[in-house]
């Protein structure tokens, strides 16, 4: 089978690199969909409400906003094995540290934002390399490939790790979580020691603001990438913002899911984007105006947000999440696809750093506000179906007034 009619994944997982990064990037990704659910049931636990659940989430990505770019600069010209293994290493220490404190019942709302900054340093060291790094393991041909099969271990991740969650909640209490994600951390970087990765081919060293500037005229100055980038932190501020902040607080208050079935109600997002990603995977040469397709999975995605706001039972929100994970199939697959097919190799790292800056940093702040809104409304549902709205606006304005994303391959 060729990269025009499909994609064989045994051809890709016989690069050993790219195995490697795989595996550990599908290992941190379990990491993450636990990761910061347990800080919210955590905050929940300790008797916070969303505006303090969206403090904390928004700390976590404040090491995001500060370094994402100077990393990103960092693994166009260093080598990325280092960033990553020391990316590996402070995370496993101090998720160890914040799993020793919720179990000896020492944890407090104050202990909590500190664990969650020093977590974020490492996830905004971590998170732009793990990305740039793909296009230098694998030929071009087959790079959407090696996209769809990480995303694929994504989806993966996001089903496993919740469900794997939920137990560990269940049985030794939200301690457990975080002594599995601790464990998860452990494998990781055993996974890491035997990486080895190409040299950076990028040696040309010009002043710290220069570099980073570098990326961000890039986007300026290609009007279809610069549209992309404002759909795709709108997406941020009014889809996953609200979702890491008011999603908890959603199923526990308005569903009446406990901490374990909040997790399996969690774990049907990513068996939609899974279900997604096999099929972009097996039809991608069909998806030639791959920039339409993005923001139709936004339309979709965004009308489902409203429904799913407004759930009412278990059952209810876990078919909600289902639909809405298969919009966010598209939306995985996709962005990763059009970035780094329509970026040149020299400026990847900076590039893929503000994608991270968007996801690891926006995100956070905008949890922040969403959940300061939510808590001086008394509105959690509403607030989450209104930001659906919002986004289908911003999707349906761009796929009509700005035509330049849509052939986008």
Sequence with gaps: MNTEQGIRPTELFRIRAFSLLWLNSFIFIL?????????????????AKSNISGFILFV???PALLISLPVGVMSDHMNRRTLLMTSQVGALIITTLIAITVTTGHMTISLAIVGSFIAGIFIALGSPVRSAIIPTLVPSDKLVGAIAVSTIGNNIGLIIGPATAG???AFWGIEGAFWLQAVLYLIGFIVLLPLQLPASHNTTRRRLREEIFG???????????????????????????????????????????????TTLLFAMLGVGQFITSMLIMRYNHLMVKKGLWFMCGLCWGSSVQMLLGQSSS????????????????????????????????????????????LMSGLAPAGALAVGVIARSTDTAPWTFTVCGLLMLVTTLFFLIFRPRLRPMA
Aim: aromatic share 12%; charged share 5%; no cysteine.
């Design 31 to 47: 990491v993450q969909s636990t990761q910061r659910f347990a800080f919210v049931w955590l905050a929940l636990e300790l008797g």
């Design 60 to 62: 976590m990505g404040v």
């Design 167 to 169: 137990p560990a909640i």
């Design 215 to 261: 990326g961000l005229r890039f986007i300026q100055d290609n009007a279809a990438v610069r549209s992309f980038f404002v759909l795709l932190a709108g997406s941020v501020l009014f889809m996953m913002a609200p979702w890491i902040v008011l999603g908890p607080q959603i199923a526990k208050e308005q569903a009446g899911a406990t901490g374990s079935q």
């Design 314 to 357: 278990i059952f209810m929100m876990g078919l909600f999440l289902f639909a809405w994970g298969m919009g966010g199939g598209f939306y995985m697959n996709l962005s990763q696809t059009l970035i780094q097919h329509n970026t040149p190799p020299q400026v990847m790292g900076r590039v893929m750093a503000i994608h991270s800056l």
